[in-house]
Each structure stands twice: as C-alpha cells, then as structure tokens.
C-alpha cells in the first residue's frame, strides 16, 4: 500500500511538474504571437469621403476631405511612424537632397498618444494638404491628387501595409463615403448609405448576436440543447481523463511491485491463492460443521478457574518411626 501510494504521488509530483512547464511555454508563445501577430500589418482603410459640405468637421470646424482607418487587430497598434500617401513612386524618387521626404509622402509623428489605437477602434485623418495643423492633418488632399488611391507604407518605407482604390469623379459629385461593407474586410467595398467617421460602417445594418439569437431560437431550446451538450461532453472527457489516470497509474504499481517482489513473497503470495481456492471449493456442509465448531468453542460454558494453587502441608498421621531423620545417628552434644 505504501509503495502504491508513493508511486501514485511520484506520478502526480511528474504530471504536475510537466503540466506547469508546458504552460508557461504555451504562454510565453502567445504572448509572442499577439506581440509580433498583430501589428501596423493589421491596419486597414475603412472609409473615404472627399466631398464634405457638412457631415464632419475638423478641430477647426472646417469641412474637408477625409478617410478612417480601422485597428482589426485585438490589441493596441501604434500608427505613428508610418507614412500616407497618394503616390507610391514618391518615395523611390525622395531622399536625394538633404534626406528630406518625397512630397506628397505624410510621416506620422511619435509625440501624440492618440496614435495609439486600441483593439477594434477607428482613427480619422483629414485630407486637406494642411500639415502644421496637426498630427491628423496630411500634406495632399485627394481633390488636387493626380492619383486615384491612398497607401499607407510601413515606418522603414518599404512595405505596402494596405492601398485604397476609389472612384475620384463620382466621389467628388457625391456627398455619399465610400468604403468597406464590412469593417476590416477588403474586396466589398463600394458607396455607403451612411457616413460614419469614427464608427463601425455596419452599424446600421448590423445585427447583435442576442438578437439574432432571439430571433433564430426564440424559447430557447438550442441553447439549452447547445449547453448541455458542452457540459456533459466535459463530463465524458473528465470520466475518461481519470479513469485512463487510474488505469496507467495501476500498471506502474504493478510493474513496481514485481521488480521489488522476492521469493518468499511469491511464495506466500501464492499459499495465500491455494487457501482461497480451498475456500472456495468447500461445500456448505463442510462450512456449517466449521461454524458451528467455532460457535460452540466461543460460546459454550466452561469453568472458570482460579489460576492459584493452594499447597496444605498434611499433618503428622503416620509413625514418626519412618522418617529417616530420626533413624540416623546424633553427635551428644555434652552441656557443661
């Protein structure tokens, strides 16, 4: 019992040394995914409005062009450092005389904390070619731009972090934005409905998962159905989990005790097996006269004894003639 004991706890002390280690490593991987997963790679443009009469102003109360970006990340992404733009051949002309940027080329500063875009957030720039108003406020403007298309570069000037076609003419007659149907999702973009800076463009149209849930189940039933279904499949996986443990842990007790059995434990074990064989082949008679010995030996009366002995010395009845003591022979003692 003790060698199963500490065979069990040796198990258990192993099992939870691994089970610690491999957890750590798994956290320290997702950390490092969610720190080098997700980056500046994950920004995407979700909204452009050029021709601004008077949805949308600026700090400044002016009504000019203007895109959104939006964070699909879920953790915060830091934008500063990277460029905007509406020529891409910009760069490669640039840098030639003085290290100066290209034109057109807009490097966002690192002093401004609202840079720093939090999961699944959404960051307004303005298109007015007015850089020295601030750090939202780029050096073009689509208006004046030869091109069709906004870029956004990465810090180093090389990667194409996302490009953004529009429609330049029909945007320029038309108070309508243009951008994505769903947030984040490129290859769906197309005139919106709404103009919604610094919001979700499904915000409208949109249904919450409650409500859809309310909708598609209405009593409830699925999701009962849905819930017991987990908890008992959880059950099974911990029934089987145990009963695998209890199964491997016998084994290894097993196994243990045959590499420290001796011969006389053999021995007795198996005396001990022929006993139970003999046991089990005897028949009921036999059974009942061994009870009933048993009862009778337990339960029967029997004197009970003292446990003293008593020794009476007997008294003088015979000739004192016989005794030897008086037959022999004693030396006169002479008195004076």
Not at 44 to 68: A, M, Q, S
Not at 291 to 307: C, I, P, Y
Request: aromatic content about 10%.
């Amino acid at each position: 019992m003790a060698l199963r004991l500490y065979t069990l706890t040796s198990i258990f002390d192993h099992f939870m040394k691994s089970f610690t280690k491999y957890l750590v490593l798994l956290a320290a991987l997702l950390i490092t995914a969610s720190t080098f997963g997700q980056s500046v790679r994950d920004l995407r443009f979700n909204e452009i409005l050029i021709k601004n009469t008077d949805n949308y102003n600026d700090e400044y109360g002016r009504n000019v062009p203007w895109i959104e970006i939006f964070n699909t990340a879920y953790n915060n992404v830091n934008i500063a450092g990277c460029y905007l733009t509406d020529d891409t051949t910009g760069f490669a002309a640039g840098r030639k005389k003085g290290g100066k940027e290209p034109e057109h080329w807009y490097r966002i500063p690192k002093t401004d904390i609202h840079t720093n875009m939090p999961q699944r957030t959404y960051l307004v720039f303005f298109l007015d070619a007015q850089p020295l108003y601030g750090t939202f406020h780029v050096n073009f403007d689509p208006r004046t731009s030869k091109t069709n298309y906004i870029a956004l570069i990465s810090a180093d000037g090389k990667d194409l972090i996302d490009l953004m076609y529009y429609p330049k003419e029909q945007l320029m007659d038309t108070v309508l934005s243009y951008g994505l149907k769903e947030d984040g999702i490129t290859g769906e973009a197309g005139f919106l409905d709404q103009f919604t800076p610094g919001a979700s463009n499904e915000i409208l149209t949109k249904v919450s998962k409650q409500e859809r849930l309310k909708r598609d189940d209405p009593y409830g039933i699925g999701l009962a159905i849905i819930s017991m279904s987990v908890v008992f499949t959880a059950l099974i996986l911990i029934f089987a989990m145990l009963k695998l443990f209890g199964w491997s842990s016998r084994k290894i007790a097993q196994k243990n005790a045959k590499k420290t059995e001796t011969p006389d434990m053999a021995k007795t074990a198996e005396a001990q097996k022929e006993g139970e064989k003999d046991i089990e082949q005897m028949t009921g008679e036999e059974a009942a006269a061994i009870a009933t010995a048993l009862h009778l030996h337990f339960n029967s009366m029997h004197d009970e004894e003292s446990e003293v002995i008593t020794i009476n010395m007997p008294s003088k009845r015979y000739s004192p003639w016989a005794q030897k003591e008086l037959t022999m022979k004693r030396t006169p003692v002479i008195r004076k």
